[in-house]
């Protein structure tokens, strides 16, 4: 489930910053590193959200500072539903 | 009966820095920069506060009316998070500059960046409570920020170039020309969140990421609180234009954005096209202010009501949103005639009218902030260290902010 969700935030962070087509995207580094500003995080988060049709309030994620900080908090909700 | 906005018009100072430029010299990402909508901001001269603004954006709608008209005014609503006094409200000094009735309540209200709306909605239920038929109320949403040196941090360097200064006045009564309120059309939405404050009363705090999210949140549950409320209504069709609490206008996008998709599920093409037609209008002054707080969502509709096209009436809804939080989602039409009386102060030419500093002069503000702290108990404005700005305002019939002598604030009308 984990991986997926990864597959599918890295797949939403390409659609949000297309400049990152083709580039390896690292799950560890901060999304700040990335080059992703808040709107493109608050954009990340809601796309993630939707599309895994979690119906969460998004200021639970404020705290997440990677790819892989996104996925945890995300996986730990689907498991919750 | 109807309520709303008799008139409105705003005052955002007398000096603008171009923020494109500015973040050039702070070396933002110059090509994502342009994706975040921001063009100008107001940036508050020694001689002006909340308080000489808010005074000038109602002066000339106070001047508009007859002696029995302005003698009908029962309250000043101070809508702010910039105040200067914890115990006094600046509606005291504001109905002293003015000339208004002492027959009046005087008041002060906060809410971070949602007190405009607060206001705003407290002034139109006095009107249709009838409690005292054919009173109006005075609603004066006024903010500022002065900066001092500023922190090399990301989220700070972008909160730099988006912070800006002003105020709008609102005539709420019953004979609503301007903006006419759909009564009880409103959804609200706030919880307990530390997303962004004023801690302390010259330094802005808090979190971005967390902000962001927590608008984006409002932004979808005070519309679906508002669609309970008002049956049938349609994110798309049922408002001609959406006015919206711009931080700055790349949030608002991403609002617009979200909401396009979880309402209507848009495909990105009509979302933009959607934005463009019905979001854009309302960007127009917020680009060129920055944010102003709890003026801001008011800015907003006052740049749709000049922008727009009204050649039919038109509904128009307004989303607005203040940390900490609140936030609210009502509506309103607007006609020719609004856009008519509203367009007699020249909305434009005043943002027109704003001298543009250089980079040197705009760092030449912080030294000067940093002696206009709060608490202040003497000061005196020296009107000659912005000479070029001050030239926009003297000989106008504008009042300024000239000393503050054992706390107490004087102005000058000049």
């Given at each position: 489930?984990?991986?997926?969700?990864?597959?599918?935030?890295?797949?939403?962070?390409i659609e949000?910053?297309?400049?990152?087509?083709?580039?390896?995207?690292?799950v560890?580094?901060?999304?700040?590193?990335?080059?992703?500003?808040?709107?493109?995080?608050?954009?990340?988060?809601?796309?993630?959200?939707?599309?895994l049709?979690?119906?969460?309030?998004?200021?639970?994620?404020?705290?997440?500072?990677?790819?892989?900080?996104?996925?945890?908090m995300?996986?730990?909700?689907m498991?919750?539903r | 009966m109807?309520a709303?906005?008799?008139?409105?018009?705003?005052?955002?100072g007398?000096a603008?820095?171009?923020?494109?430029?500015?973040a050039?010299?702070?070396?933002?990402?110059?090509?994502?920069?342009?994706?975040?909508?921001?063009?100008?901001?107001?940036?508050?001269?020694?001689?002006?506060?909340?308080?000489?603004n808010?005074?000038?954006a109602?002066?000339?709608?106070?001047?508009?009316l007859?002696?029995?008209?302005?003698?009908r005014?029962?309250?000043?609503?101070?809508?702010?998070?910039?105040?200067?006094?914890?115990g006094?409200?600046?509606?005291?000094?504001?109905?002293?500059?003015?000339?208004?009735?002492?027959n009046?309540?005087?008041?002060?209200?906060?809410?971070?960046?949602?007190?405009?709306?607060?206001?705003?909605?407290?002034?139109?239920?006095?009107?249709?409570?009838q409690?005292?038929?054919?009173?109006?109320?005075?609603?004066?949403?006024?903010?500022i920020?002065r900066?001092?040196?500023?922190?090399?941090?990301?989220?700070?360097?972008?909160?730099?170039?988006?912070t800006?200064s002003?105020?709008?006045?609102?005539?709420?009564?019953?004979?609503?020309?301007?903006?006419?309120?759909?009564?009880?059309?409103?959804?609200?939405?706030?919880?307990?969140?530390?997303?962004?404050?004023?801690?302390?009363?010259?330094?802005?705090?808090?979190?971005?990421?967390l902000?962001?999210l927590?608008?984006?949140?409002?932004?979808?549950?005070s519309?679906?609180?508002?669609?309970?409320?008002v049956?049938?209504a349609d994110?798309?069709?049922?408002?001609?234009?959406?006015a919206?609490?711009?931080?700055f206008?790349?949030?608002?996008?991403?609002?617009?954005r979200?909401?396009?998709?979880?309402?209507?599920?848009?495909?990105?093409?009509?979302?933009?096209?959607?934005?463009?037609?019905?979001?854009?209008?309302?960007?127009?002054?917020?680009?060129?202010?920055?944010?102003?707080?709890?003026?801001?969502?008011?800015?907003?509709l006052?740049s749709?009501?000049?922008?727009?096209?009204?050649?039919?009436?038109?509904?128009?809804?307004i989303?607005?949103?203040?940390?900490?939080?609140?936030?609210?989602?009502?509506?309103?039409?607007?006609?020719?005639?609004?856009?008519?009386k509203?367009?007699?102060?020249?909305?434009?030419?005043?943002?027109?009218?704003?001298?543009?500093?250089?980079?040197?002069?705009?760092?030449?503000?912080?030294?000067?902030?940093?002696?206009?702290?709060?608490?202040?108990?003497?000061?005196?404005?020296?009107?000659?260290?912005?000479?070029?700005?001050?030239?926009?305002v003297?000989?106008k019939?504008?009042?300024?902010?000239?000393?503050?002598?054992?706390?107490?604030?004087?102005?000058?009308w000049?």
């Amino acid at each position: 489930m984990k991986n997926q969700i990864i597959g599918l935030i890295k797949e939403n962070l390409i659609e949000i910053m297309p400049e990152l087509e083709g580039q390896e995207i690292s799950v560890e580094d901060t999304l700040v590193d990335i080059g992703a500003n808040s709107i493109d995080r608050g954009e990340l988060i809601t796309l993630t959200l939707e599309r895994l049709n979690l119906e969460v309030s998004r200021i639970e994620f404020a705290k997440a500072q990677s790819i892989k900080d996104l996925a945890d908090m995300m996986a730990e909700k689907m498991e919750k539903r | 009966m109807n309520a709303g906005i008799e008139a409105m018009n705003i005052y955002c100072g007398s000096a603008a820095l171009n923020v494109e430029e500015l973040a050039k010299v702070r070396k933002l990402d110059n090509d994502r920069f342009a994706n975040l909508l921001m063009k100008e901001k107001t940036v508050p001269m020694p001689y002006e506060d909340p308080i000489s603004n808010g005074v000038n954006a109602a002066k000339p709608i106070i001047d508009s009316l007859t002696e029995d008209e302005r003698n009908r005014i029962d309250m000043i609503i101070t809508c702010t998070e910039s105040g200067i006094d914890f115990g006094k409200s600046m509606s005291t000094y504001i109905q002293h500059y003015l000339g208004l009735n002492r027959n009046c309540r005087l008041f002060e209200l906060k809410n971070a960046c949602y007190s405009g709306t607060a206001g705003f909605q407290m002034a139109v239920n006095f009107i249709l409570s009838q409690t005292a038929p054919g009173r109006k109320a005075l609603v004066i949403c006024t903010d500022i920020m002065r900066l001092g040196a500023v922190d090399g941090s990301m989220e700070l360097a972008f909160a730099e170039p988006s912070t800006g200064s002003g105020a709008v006045a609102l005539l709420v009564s019953d004979n609503p020309v301007v903006f006419q309120v759909d009564k009880g059309a409103n959804g609200y939405y706030g919880y307990e969140v530390m997303d962004t404050c004023r801690p302390v009363p010259d330094q802005e705090a808090g979190n971005v990421d967390l902000s962001l999210l927590s608008y984006l949140d409002c932004s979808e549950n005070s519309f679906k609180e508002y669609q309970k409320r008002v049956e049938g209504a349609d994110y798309e069709s049922s408002f001609s234009y959406l006015a919206f609490h711009a931080p700055f206008g790349g949030m608002v996008k991403g609002a617009h954005r979200t909401n396009m998709r979880k309402f209507k599920k848009a495909r990105p093409e009509h979302i933009e096209a959607d934005f463009n037609s019905r979001v854009m209008p309302s960007l127009i002054y917020c680009q060129r202010v920055g944010n102003i707080m709890g003026a801001t969502a008011h800015l907003a509709l006052a740049s749709t009501i000049d922008n727009g096209t009204f050649d039919k009436p038109k509904r128009l809804g307004i989303f607005s949103y203040g940390s900490g939080c609140c936030s609210e989602f009502y509506s309103g039409v607007v006609t020719a005639q609004s856009q008519a009386k509203q367009r007699q102060f020249g909305l434009d030419k005043h943002l027109n009218d704003r001298f543009l500093l250089s980079i040197p002069e705009y760092e030449k503000t912080f030294a000067v902030n940093g002696e206009l702290k709060f608490g202040t108990k003497n000061y005196k404005v020296d009107r000659t260290q912005f000479a070029d700005a001050y030239k926009h305002v003297k000989g106008k019939n504008k009042l300024v902010f000239s000393e503050i002598k054992d706390y107490h604030r004087i102005y000058e009308w000049v």
